[in-house]
């Protein structure tokens, strides 16, 4: 069964750079076919995609983060990265990663969906 | 930019049927998913592909899409689908979220 596991600092300062990992366990982040996302929730607030990145580092962001925004795979040790860069309070957020699966129809209509998730990390920005 | 738009919150009966709707332009030209979100816990993805549901998600759990609307629907609502629901779709190599419905079975 896959599973994700998010680890991060917990508290920054403003200005600083946010740097998460997640670590997948029970499959392989060298699947073929699957990109992998991070997905985050301000306390209280509905859910932002962040970003997805496929196992080879194609990657694809959001562009109100891009900007700010690295994202990284590991293959050898099973694990994807984040950095975001210049954090404000407004980043403040329950950050979540997840598999990022696709599928094209036979009439070339793009689906994809995140399944499973990981149970998430809390990070604040607070002076 | 495109946005998927969702009622805040939906009330159904125990036993009854809600139906929780997620709009967007030409939505029914896309494909859209949906999440269940208790909480304190993750996102569960409940439909997938419109109509598509994970392995362990019941039966009860339906989706369908057309025009500008998705419909997440639950028949026989039970207490324990009392939840956060997103709908989420795909538009100019962008994920979308909804922002989310809050379902109370009263």
């Known amino acids: 069964q896959l599973q994700l596991q998010e680890s991060g600092p917990g508290l920054l300062k403003p200005s600083e750079t946010l740097s998460l990992t997640c670590s997948v366990s029970?499959?392989?982040?060298?699947?073929?076919?699957?990109?992998w996302g991070w997905i985050r929730q301000p306390p209280g607030r509905g859910l932002e995609w962040i970003g997805s990145?496929?196992?080879?580092?194609?990657?694809n962001f959001s562009p109100s983060l891009k900007s700010r925004l690295t994202m990284s795979v590991d293959t050898s040790k099973n694990r994807l990265s984040l950095k975001l860069n210049s954090v404000t309070a407004a980043d403040t957020a329950v950050y979540r990663c997840?598999?990022?699966?696709?599928?094209?129809?036979?009439?070339?209509?793009?689906?994809?969906?995140?399944?499973?998730w990981g149970q998430g990390t809390l990070v604040i920005v607070s002076s | 930019s495109y946005a998927l738009t969702q009622p805040p919150s939906v009330s159904v009966s125990p036993g009854q049927t809600a139906s929780i709707s997620c709009s967007g332009d030409n939505l029914g030209d896309k494909y859209a998913s949906w999440y269940q979100q208790k909480p304190g816990q993750s996102p569960v993805l409940v439909i997938y592909q419109h109509n598509k549901r994970p392995s362990g998600i019941p039966e009860r759990f339906s989706g369908s899409n057309s025009g500008n609307t998705a419909t997440l629907t639950i028949s026989g609502t039970q207490a324990l689908d009392e939840a956060d629901y997103y709908c989420?779709?795909?538009?100019?190599?962008?994920?979308?979220f909804g922002g989310g419905t809050k379902l109370t079975v009263l």
């Open positions: 029970g499959g392989s982040i060298s699947t073929s076919g699957f990109y």
């Open positions: 990145i496929f196992n080879s580092g194609i990657t």
């Open positions: 997840a598999r990022h699966d696709n599928f094209y129809d036979t009439s070339g209509y793009y689906s994809n969906w995140f399944d499973p």
């Open positions: 989420q779709t795909w538009d100019s190599n962008t994920v979308l």
